[in-house]
């Protein structure tokens, strides 16, 4: 048996640290309908290595931004608001769970594994006309940050359930379901909401094992629909071995789920699908970078 104390769980999670203050401040300014680009450079203007960061995301090809940026009103004319909040919520987040890797967890992989989710997220939103498909990137960066947050608070259970996914060729959730343990699910939810993430982020961490509408405890159409597109972008990324979250397992998607994004999977899926692969090929340089803890934040630089 897998022993985690629920009582220490939540104590030690409240001890990880909270994100930088600029991703709030952001995340305030905008979401108010009378910001400014000078604005958002002001408050980024406090984390220049931040800063650095997203302007090598926003210059790399997945981007494809003609003749590149050299400033963020640059990057921000061409990329968006949107756009520039998730990539500092999502580099903010990469480096804040900073881990070691271990023989039966990559930590390279892992974030592989959740930025291709990233991106088919974002892929399929833009296939289905879903009205801010930039949201859905940081919902499928962050579905499994559970698991990083177990690492942090029982590393021991983590490998375990590791060890056991690979030997059983089951689910990394599978293993903690069948073993009673606090799913990564609602261990990452607990910290989003203790870091005060947007609903929908809390959403896709929470539900994107769960198929079943009528057990996601009566979400609204709208964040049902995000925990689909994260629950389905899951399930292709792990049939594409794009990455490893900790188990080798490949399922396949539900017909409800299909059917409820209107994806047919003979006429759609395969577009879809060729879609995500060729997002990935051109993201292959964003992937590697993004994962990349070289973020330096005040000053200081996190390695993994």
């Given at each position: 048996?897998i022993?985690?104390n ?13 994100l930088p203050?600029?991703v709030?401040?952001?995340s ?13 450079e002001?408050?980024?203007?406090q984390?220049?290595?931040m ?6 995301l926003?210059?790399?090809a997945y981007?494809?931004?003609?003749g590149?940026?050299t400033?963020?009103s ?18 903010s ?7 070691k ?9 892992f974030?592989k594994?959740?930025?291709?989710v ?11 006309k879903?009205?801010a498909?930039?949201?859905?990137f940081t919902c499928?960066?962050?579905?499994d ?7 942090f608070?029982?590393p ?5 359930i590791?060890?056991q996914?690979l030997s059983?060729?089951?689910t990394?959730y ?11 699910t ?18 896709a961490?929470?539900?994107h094992h769960?198929?079943?509408v009528?057990r996601?405890s009566?979400l ?7 925990a ?29 789920l ?7 999977p003979?006429?759609d ?9 060729a997002q990935?090929?051109q ?9 990349n ?12």
């Open positions: 048996m022993a985690v629920t009582d220490a769980l939540v104590k030690k999670l409240n001890e990880i640290p909270s203050s600029v709030y401040e952001l305030r300014i905008i979401n108010d309908p009378m910001s400014s680009t000078k604005e958002v002001s408050i980024m203007s984390d220049i290595g800063t650095t960061k997203v302007l090598r926003a210059n790399s981007y494809a931004i003609p590149g940026v400033s963020l640059r990057a921000i004319a061409f990329i968006g608001f949107d756009t520039i909040h998730q990539l500092v919520l999502s580099a987040i990469i480096n804040a769970l900073d881990i890797s271990t023989a039966n967890f990559e930590i390279g992989d974030w594994h959740s930025i291709a990233a991106i088919a997220s974002e892929t399929i939103a833009k296939y289905i879903h009205p498909p930039s949201d859905l499928g960066l962050v579905h940050m559970g698991k990083i947050a177990l690492y608070v029982a021991e259970a983590l490998l375990q590791a060890e996914a059983k060729n089951k990394f599978e293993i903690e379901v069948a073993e009673g343990v606090k799913p990564h609602e261990i990452g939810r607990m910290l989003a909401e203790r870091w005060q993430l947007p609903k929908s982020l809390q959403t961490i929470r539900f769960e198929a079943d009528a996601r009566g609204s159409a709208d964040f049902n629909q995000t689909d597109i994260v629950m389905l972008s899951n399930l292709l990324i792990h049939a594409l071995k794009f990455g490893n979250s900790g188990h080798k397992t490949i399922l396949g998607a539900p017909n409800e299909l059917n409820r994004l209107h994806l047919h003979q006429g899926m395969p577009v879809v699908i060729k879609d995500i692969k990935l090929e993201g292959s340089e964003f992937i590697k970078m993004i994962a803890s070289d973020v330096e934040t005040n000053g200081d630089k996190k390695a993994s």
